[in-house]
């Protein structure tokens, strides 16, 4: 069967058996459809004569004309899936996709809650939660102490100077690190642990400070965690907010009030200065204002 004919049954495979949403499917029939251009313009006619020299050439086609390596990924995405589905019908012997990468895409960074919004998913966004004195000690330790995720699930008792207010963090590459955190954090730590203590666990020592749901069940899901800030932040009307989120919030709200990118580079862990500038990218409108307010030239006396 021709590639176009094989495109055809492909979509509608995957717009009625698979159920897939209108919008995937119709992005997957122009890609596929400019796919089987490029093909057909080569001289493939058949879908069995389609090999790895073919689609690489489409996606370095692609390159050159200048598409964006988001849109790339996703043209190759569905001709991957579309590759499996000959193999599937058994146009196809192997899957001559297999190992074909399109071009590196760059990670984008995290939006930064506003501050307004942070202090009111901290104030609002577990309450009448029954575990509410846990999530709310969960996120003041992700926004107020900058931890990853997979650092505050680490954690144990052992690791917390309570008089002090430092945590003794496990990093990337289980490097050590010292982390400062608030009297809020200190206030909600105090209070956990007298809740622990209350159930008959330990408080004290190699046993960690968030532990699973069931008793024995071990230490807190980082997939818990993650559940828990998502639905925490819909609660007030705040979409798109990962742990991630609350981490790159702390860093960016600390280098709008004037910390240094050497204070936030060893409070965060990275190992490079670059990193961290990479990480907190400054805002179009912390430009702006910044330049309205230092700049001589600016105009602002002629405003308002």
């Given at each position: 069967?021709?590639?176009s004919g094989?495109?055809d049954?492909?979509?509608?495979?995957i717009?009625?058996?698979?159920?897939?949403?209108d919008?995937?499917?119709?992005?997957?029939a122009?890609?596929l459809?400019?796919?089987?251009?490029?093909?057909?313009?080569?001289?493939?006619?058949?879908?069995?004569?389609?090999?790895?020299?073919?689609?690489?050439?489409?996606?370095?086609?692609?390159?050159?004309?200048?598409?964006s390596?988001?849109?790339i990924a996703?043209k190759?995405s569905?001709?991957k899936?579309?590759?499996?589905?000959?193999?599937e019908?058994g146009?196809?012997d192997?899957?001559?996709?297999?190992?074909l990468?399109?071009?590196?895409?760059?990670q984008?960074l995290?939006r930064?809650?506003?501050?307004e919004?942070?202090?009111?998913l901290?104030?609002?966004?577990?309450?009448?939660?029954?575990k509410?004195?846990?999530?709310?000690?969960?996120?003041?330790?992700l926004?107020?102490?900058?931890l990853?995720?997979?650092?505050l699930?680490?954690?144990d008792?052992e690791?917390?100077?309570?008089?002090?207010?430092?945590?003794?963090?496990?990093?990337?590459?289980s490097?050590?690190?010292?982390?400062?955190?608030g009297?809020?954090?200190?206030r909600?730590?105090?209070?956990?642990?007298?809740?622990?203590?209350?159930?008959?666990l330990?408080?004290?020592?190699a046993f960690?400070?968030?532990?699973?749901?069931?008793?024995g069940?071990?230490?807190?899901?980082?997939?818990?965690?993650h559940?828990?800030?998502?639905?925490?932040?819909r609660?007030?009307?705040i979409?798109?907010?990962?742990?991630h989120t609350?981490r790159?919030s702390?860093?960016?709200?600390m280098?709008?009030?004037?910390?240094?990118?050497r204070?936030?580079?060893?409070?965060?862990?990275?190992?490079?200065?670059?990193?961290?500038q990479?990480?907190?990218?400054?805002?179009?409108?912390q430009?702006k204002?910044?330049?309205?307010?230092?700049?001589p030239r600016?105009?602002?006396?002629?405003?308002?």
């Open positions: 069967m021709n590639i094989c495109i049954e492909f979509i509608l495979y717009g009625s058996a698979l159920g897939r949403a919008n995937t499917v119709a992005n997957y122009v890609d459809a400019q796919f089987a251009d490029y093909a057909e313009a080569g001289g493939i006619m058949s879908s069995a004569q389609l090999d790895m020299a073919v689609l690489r050439g489409f996606i370095r086609e692609l390159s050159g004309y200048g598409f390596a988001s849109s996703r190759l569905a001709i899936s579309f590759v499996r589905f000959l193999v019908r146009i196809l192997r899957d001559v996709s297999a190992g990468r399109g071009p590196k895409l760059q984008g995290p930064a809650i506003a501050y919004d942070m202090m009111k901290l104030d609002e966004g577990v309450l009448g939660n029954k509410e004195l846990r999530d709310s000690l969960i996120l003041e330790l926004y107020g102490s900058g990853r995720v997979s650092e699930t680490a954690l008792w690791d917390v100077d309570m008089p002090q207010r430092w945590l003794r963090v496990s990093g990337k590459g490097k050590e690190r010292l982390v400062p955190f009297r809020e954090s200190q909600l730590l105090r209070q956990w642990k007298n809740y622990v203590l209350a159930r008959g330990q408080a004290e020592g960690p400070v968030f532990s699973g749901e069931r008793t069940a071990g230490r807190l899901t980082e997939r818990t965690v559940r828990m800030v998502v639905a925490a932040a609660r007030v009307g979409f798109g907010v990962t742990p609350l790159h702390f860093a960016t709200h280098l709008e009030n004037g910390a240094s990118l204070v936030i580079q060893e409070l965060l862990g990275h190992e490079s200065l670059v990193t961290t990479r990480y907190l990218t400054v805002t179009a409108e430009m204002k910044s330049y309205m307010e230092s700049h600016s105009g602002l006396e002629d405003m308002g």
